[in-house]
């Protein structure tokens, strides 16, 4: 992006070192992955998206989700609910002590958690939505929401909600420029994301279909918007963050995959590092030449031993750079 277009960014009473950040993806930021986006540049990353019901019922599965440590520099939490009630009891409650901001999820658009009137659900319900918003800022922490631009593209309202969300005490607005019927396919509207920047007066990010620096830079012209969210191209190309914040990085991708094991099998069980390892390392692998061969072998890896074999061989090109 411009040099200019990259900048620290204020959210509440938080300084963000840069307005390049990096979604909460279902399965994958986790703890390490964060802390390996924030090393190379990004000004802001989530947890994975973490019910709120399942954290009322202290699901364990869902408390891993909520792990990070005082190395992380800013700790984001993105909650999903549909009850007012329960969502500021969660926010207040002790699971999310270490956490300086709740983003709430309106924009999931999967259909079991629309239809339980979760995620994307909530922007066809601004009473419900704007309640949610006011009793997680009774927290005292920084509140964001990340929502879509409406339900479908035939009636599109991303500033009509993003003025709602302000009103409410939405200290940041993040939104996805496709509707909830696209999913995670199309053109993002980004004309819908510029109604909404100069609609409201705290800070707007724009997601959505962003696959490159030229993407980026793009999204960031044609929206005004305060900064940009990177998805799934930050799994596969994690430099994204170095190139567009000019953040120096010497690490290859063998030992960004490499320190991501080690730091994995430090806070989590083997069962759940040799997922996201192989998860992570199939994203980064997507564009390399000759090591689809290979792909069989690292979805049968049994332990962390045969992984880092694998992972050896198909970044075998920059494993001494």
Known sequence: MQTGDIRPIRVGGLLLPSNVLM??????????????AYEL????????????????????????????????????????????????RMAKSAFLADFDIIDINMGCPVPNVFKSGEGSALMQDFKRAAAIIRGCKKSGKVVTVKCRIGIRE??????????????????????????????YDGEPHMEEIAHAKA???????ANGGIFSVEDAVRMM??????????????LENPFIFSELTGK???????RILTDQLELAARYYDET?????????????????????????????SGSLGELREVIALIFADDKEA
Not at 47 to 60: P, V
Not at 199 to 205: D, E
């Open 41 to 88: 540049g990004a000004g802001l990353c989530f947890t994975e998206m973490c019910s709120a019901n399942a954290l009322k019922y202290e699901d364990r599965a869902t408390n891993r989700l909520l792990t990070t440590t005082r190395d992380e520099p800013i700790r984001a939490v993105q909650l999903l609910g549909g009850s007012p009630a329960v969502m500021e």
């Open 221 to 234: 012209a044609c929206t005004g918007a305060d900064g940009i969210m990177v998805a799934r191209y930050g």
């Open 272 to 300: 759940f590092t040799l997922g996201y390892m192989k998860k992570l390392a199939s994203y980064m692998m997507k564009k390399r030449k000759g090591t689809k061969r290979y792909k069989e072998r690292l979805y049968r």
């Open 154 to 183: 035939d009636e599109l309202f991303a500033a009509e909600f993003a003025r709602m969300c302000e009103d409410s005490g939405a200290d940041m607005i993040t939104i996805h420029g496709r509707s909830r019927s696209m999913m």
């Open 248 to 254: 120096p990085s010497e690490k290859t991708a063998y």
């Open 23 to 36: 979604a909460p993806l279902a399965g994958y930021t986790c703890y390490p992955f964060r802390m390996l």
């Open 199 to 205: 609609a409201v007066s705290v800070p707007v990010i």
